[in-house]
């Protein structure tokens, strides 16, 4: 605003303005409380010492409200190495209100106090479509990842993070089993609760069981009987 002028501020189009003085530089500062809703305007005017009024300027509020994420690949609730091999792929839900030029930050938290932040501003296109997609890969690349459990959030414009979606990076595979047959029992030592697929080929027929290795890391299957 001009240099001194007064600046009247009203919020929602009625009721009583709020009236600063702008500084010598032009520039002033409003708390607002109770904070502006999302879509809520904001109009605003300037009057110098001669009593000339400006032009109003309108703004409307942003929603801040966090976005809805998804991260497919964590449906199970864990990543695996093929899944982390190209980023972690975020699905991000737009929420109404959303503006083109807003940011959204996603934030991953993983163990050992390895976080980083992503952030990406919102187009036409995405706010048309109300949502967008995007690929958090760390600086150091998708092998910096640490093993374990981790988190990620979203927030617009920093604004509050959302509910975060919880997941175990696990990208360290099984022991290679350690096989036993006597007669027609197999008998497989291996890393305890992992899944074990055994395929058997007989003069040209093939058969494939499944099996779990106990808290032991052991598991058996009699061939002939299955």
Known sequence: A??????????GGSGTPIVVTAGS??????????????????QITATDAAGNTSTAALVQAPNLAPPAIVVTEAADTYINAAEIADGIQVQVGLQPGMRVGDS???????QGG???????????????????SATLT??????????????????????????PVNFVIDTIAPATPVLSLVGSLLSI????????TITVNVGGVTATQTVTANNAGIASLNLLTG
């Not at 992503?118 to 949502?131: C, F, N, R, Y």
């Open 25 to 42: 530089n032009g520039a002033f500062t409003v708390p607002l409380s109770p904070a502006l809703i999302a879509g809520q305007s904001v």
């Open 189 to 196: 030592s291996a890393d305890p609760g992992v899944a074990l």
């Open 114 to 132: 390895f976080t980083f932040t992503q952030t990406h501003v919102v187009t036409a296109a995405e706010v048309l479509a109300g949502s967008f």
């Open 104 to 110: 959204v930050t996603l934030t991953f938290r993983g």
């Open 138 to 163: 760390p600086s150091g690349g998708n092998g910096a990842y640490p093993q374990g459990a981790a988190t990620v959030t979203a927030h617009v414009n920093d604004g509050a993070d959302g509910a």
């Open 2 to 11: 001009e240099a001194n002028s007064q600046v009247s501020i009203l919020i």
